[in-house]
């Protein structure tokens, strides 16, 4: 008798998490090895978020909250979208989650029936297929590539839209990419949006890492408010992984139904980090990607010595290099990465999961030090110069 459900049967586990933690657990035992997997800022979080947690616990606010959140924190969150995004809401259009993970799952809830279909831009983040499957959705891939700096072309969004449409979903500034959405690009989106009646889903966790280009927040275009469900959190912005807090910000009728679900699984989130999350909006953490914009060029500036060919990433901290030419005698691209953890002490991610074969993705959230060491370990293995 088969008892485990079929749906979540039928969902592979994250590619990412498997690769991470084998290199952890390597290193663990010994290995010399340089980490390019996780996506986790390798700061520490701020010392005054730290000590709004412990103020808090002194306090003993350690109570269940509202399932939308404590109203203190969706106030600041407001406050924050209008003066980064120019974007005016009311704390009941904001939902705080348990990271911006579970936004996203609440959203697909919230607006998802059985067979409607959600348009993905590949490469994506690897949770968002498994996430709408899990509510009786059908992803539908759209493919952008490299030659068109990963961005989506309008003929290949319009193919994909058919009567069962119900949402486009994109992230930027993108993992894995490192793409930034520029400002013709989100009006060609916002465009089609309003032509076929669908939903735009923008998850803007990265919003604050750009490099090139500023972030600009698709639902501050004309018309696009009341079709927009944002997902955003402080897990990259502020170092803040491990506290899981994230936010949904969507119109009045569909934060409603965000927020039952919410009340139905985990009630509220953590009450501590809440308060932790309210700090950080007055936190500056400007330093943090002042950083990540100098590694962004040095290991461009390596990978363009080295004769990579590569995406130079405008915003988020991924890299994602091309590794055909390695992949000989049906050699797989998690052969590859496995092969430069065991020999050339180096960890990757495979891009396949990601939805680009051949590739792999490198987070530079780490040192500059360990930046230079593991690049070149990369390219001299790979005997590339």
Known sequence: ???????????????TLRIDSKAKALKKSGKDLVLFTAGEPDFDTPQKVKEAAIEAIN???????????????REGICQKLEKDN???????????????????????GAILNPSDEVIVMTPA?????????????????????????YLPQKEDLERAINERTKAILFNSPNNPTGTVYDVKTLEMIADIA???????????????????????????????????????????????????????????????QISKIQSHTTSNINSIAQMAALKALSVDTKYMMDEYKKRRDLISDMLEKANFKFFKPKGAFYVMIDVNEFLNDGKSTEDLCMELMENAGVAMIPADAFGAKGFVR?????????IKKGMERFAKYLKKS
């Not at 269940?64 to 404590?70: C, F, Q």
């Not at 955003?232 to 994230?246: E, I, L, P, Y």
């Not at 490198?362 to 360990?370: C, D, R």
């Open 1 to 15: 008798m088969k008892i485990v459900s079929k749906t979540v049967d039928e969902i592979e586990a994250s590619l």
């Open 59 to 73: 306090a003993n606010f350690t109570k269940y909250t509202k399932s939308s959140g404590i109203i203190e924190l």
């Open 86 to 108: 120019g974007l005016k809401y009311s704390p009941d259009e904001i939902v705080v989650s348990n990271g911006g993970k579970q936004a996203l799952f609440n959203i697909f």
């Open 125 to 149: 983040w690897v949770s968002y297929f498994p996430q709408i499957r899990l509510w009786k959705g059908v992803p539908v891939e759209v493919k952008t590539f490299p030659e068109n700096e």
């Open 194 to 256: 309003q032509k076929y009646d669908l939903y735009v889903v923008a998850d803007e966790v990265y919003e604050k890492m750009v490099y090139d280009i500023p972030h600009v927040s698709i639902a501050s275009f004309d018309d696009m408010k009341k079709r927009t469900l944002i997902i955003n959190g402080f897990s990259k912005s502020h170092a803040m992984t491990g506290w899981r807090v994230g936010y949904s910000v969507a119109p009045l009728e569909i934060s409603k």
């Open 362 to 370: 490198v987070s530079f959230a780490t040192s500059q030090e360990l």
